[in-house]
């Protein structure tokens, strides 16, 4: 059964202090894997798409990366305004290419403490 | 108005009830999709509209009945629902592709807090 996991399901920072957030799956033939916040209140926003193993984004603080088995997303001297949830969600094969059906993580959620 | 738009932002509702909740995209997409987001769960796929036909629908009682009158537009009617029905209800549009893969990303709007006493 195709399965998406994260790790750690909350974390706390300190303010400048950097960690990586995991999200490991079981699906065969990935088509992409998708990373995205969600602030208190709102719906996810979209941060990154990964396709293949070895490919890796940024943006600002944030760096995501990718292998056969799983993704980080690495926070690197965060500020509290990164406190969020971010999932994970990866896209496996499908019948029927017209739509995109993603599977999620339950999230981990972040806080970084001035 | 830009983006996914979801109204009404909360809502109440006896199990006896019938309302609507409504979605509308500004982004010229031509796929629309409902998910349910329920604490500690993963966000929980229930309907999928492409080009305004109805191509997934996972399962979900029927008391929950969607409408996608067409591209930009989006409702779920409710009607009877239970308690466990209570939940964040998250619209979501994409540029679905026509005979490549598709991996646009998701844009979600900010969802329906839905209680059911």
Known sequence: EDQVTQS???????????????????????????????????GPEFLFTLYSAGEEKEKERLKATLTKKESFLHITAPKPEDSATYLCAVQPPSPSYNTDKLIFGTGTRLQVFP | ETGVTQTPRHLVMG???????????????????WY???????????????????????????R????????????????????EDSALYLCASSQGSTGGIGNSPLHFGNGTRLTVT
């Open chain 2, 64 to 83: 929950f009945s969607p409408e996608c009158p067409n591209s930009s537009h989006l409702f779920l009617h409710l009607h009877t629902l239970q308690p």
């Open chain 2, 15 to 33: 199990m006896t009830n019938k309302k609507s909740l409504k979605c509308e995209q500004h982004l010229g997409h031509n796929a629309m999709y």
């Open chain 1, 8 to 42: 750690p399901e909350a974390l706390r920072l300190q303010e400048g202090e950097s960690s990586s957030l995991n999200c490991s799956y079981t699906v065969s033939g990935l088509r992409g894997l998708f990373w995205y916040r969600q602030d208190p209140g709102k």
């Open chain 2, 36 to 62: 349910k987001q329920s604490a500690k769960k993963p966000l929980e796929l229930m309907f999928v509209y492409s080009l305004e036909e109805r191509v997934e629908n996972n399962s979900v009682p029927s």
